[in-house]
């Protein structure tokens, strides 16, 4: 029997560079590369498949926005919308709140927010595809922030800032907090950051963490008390990358790193299984997990096989 709630995450098909880790599934369930899948009503994968599934604003109004007066009104409110970013936005502001039964689509690889970020809080069915998302302050946010909030996909972005400052100048790349569950991070380029990912947002948190899953320099993720399947993702330059903690249960497979110094580790009675995984001069030192299974199909491309894959195909690499 399932846990009434789970933080769920899936990392599948993701690309990171330094302090940048993300798994994402670069093919769908017919075995179609990711990238040439150019509909906005393509199905979920991973955990944001469940549940009753994860359809965004399919159904809704459409509506295109180049200005964040106009993004920050078309993203708001639970009716089912469709919101297509057009060029870049700019405004050094607190994140854009999202409604449920949302889709937020980057028109092409220029659709991008810069010095503001995403908030999914207390919604659900929200999808965010095609967006690149940089450079937000940390007294603004994270540059998506999933808290308490079900059924979110997030796919084919690119987020980054840079580190050129010291490691608290900006917040989280991608952080999924407060019992968020079916929650899928897949083909996203994550770079250029010193913490990139926080799944579980404190060691004090578990009466509100334990039992969810979570698809998802350090942090790429730091995953805490849920259960997550990181799979299929490509680590070049990550000091210290997937950390299971507190508990959590995660499933790493067919993962490749490049370049880190603790590419699976423990702390915390954290735990992990591990298949098929190519560590480059690191190693896993993770205390063996029972999470062995996931409730959703999907196809693992081997280790050997990641970078080309995922290289090119993950971040805003869709055309609508």
């Known amino acids: 029997?399932?846990?009434?709630?789970?933080?769920?995450?899936?990392?599948?098909?993701?690309l990171s560079g330094q302090a940048l880790a993300v798994p994402t599934a670069t093919s769908d369930f017919e075995g179609n590369p990711?990238?040439?899948?150019?509909?906005?009503?393509?199905?979920?994968?991973?955990?944001?498949?469940?549940?009753?599934?994860?359809?965004?604003?399919?159904?809704?109004?459409?509506?295109?926005?180049?200005?964040?007066?106009?993004?920050?009104?078309?993203?708001?409110?639970?009716?089912?919308?469709?919101?297509?970013?057009?060029g870049t936005i700019t405004q050094k502001a607190d994140q854009a709140r999202v409604g449920s039964n949302t889709s937020i689509i980057g028109k092409d690889s220029k659709a991008i927010l810069e010095n503001f970020g995403l908030l999914v809080k207390e919604k659900s069915n929200v999808i965010i595809r095609n967006l690149g998302i940089k450079k937000v302050l940390a007294d603004n946010g994270d540059a998506i922030g999933i808290q308490d909030s079900t059924n979110v996909w997030v796919d084919?972005?690119?987020?980054?800032?840079?580190?050129?400052?010291?490691?608290?100048?900006?917040?989280?790349?991608?952080?999924?907090?407060?019992?968020a569950d079916y929650v899928t991070?897949?083909?996203?380029?994550?770079?250029?950051?010193?913490?990139a990912s926080l799944i579980g947002h404190s060691d004090n948190n578990g009466n509100e963490d334990t039992g969810h899953r979570y698809n998802i320099n350090s942090r790429a993720p730091s995953f805490r008390f849920g259960t997550g399947h990181i799979y299929n993702g490509y680590f070049e330059n990550v000091s210290d990358g997937i950390n299971t903690r507190k508990g959590a249960q995660l499933l790493v497979e067919s993962?490749?790193?490049?370049?880190?110094?603790?590419?699976?580790?423990?702390?915390?009675a954290g735990y992990a299984v591990a298949n098929d995984n190519g560590f480059g001069d690191g190693s896993n030192t993770a205390e063996k997990g029972t999470l062995t299974s996931m409730p959703y199909s999907y196809t693992l491309l081997g280790s050997g096989k990641?970078?080309?894959?995922?290289?090119g195909s993950a971040g805003q690499t869709l055309s609508f």
Do not use: E
């Open 34 to 86: 990711l990238a040439k899948r150019t509909s906005i009503n393509d199905a979920a994968t991973g955990y944001a498949s469940q549940n009753g599934g994860t359809k965004g604003g399919a159904g809704g109004t459409t509506t295109t926005v180049s200005s964040s007066a106009a993004f920050t009104q078309a993203v708001s409110g639970d009716a089912a919308k469709v919101v297509v970013v057009s």
């Open 255 to 268: 993962n490749s790193f490049v370049g880190s110094k603790k590419p699976l580790y423990s702390t915390d």
């Open 156 to 179: 084919h972005c690119d987020v980054s800032s840079d580190r050129d400052h010291d490691k608290d100048y900006y917040d989280g790349l991608i952080d999924i907090t407060h019992a």
């Open 1 to 14: 029997m399932a846990p009434s709630k789970w933080i769920t995450a899936v990392i599948a098909g993701c």
């Open 185 to 195: 991070v897949s083909n996203t380029f994550i770079h250029d950051h010193w913490k």
């Open 306 to 311: 990641v970078k080309s894959a995922v290289v």
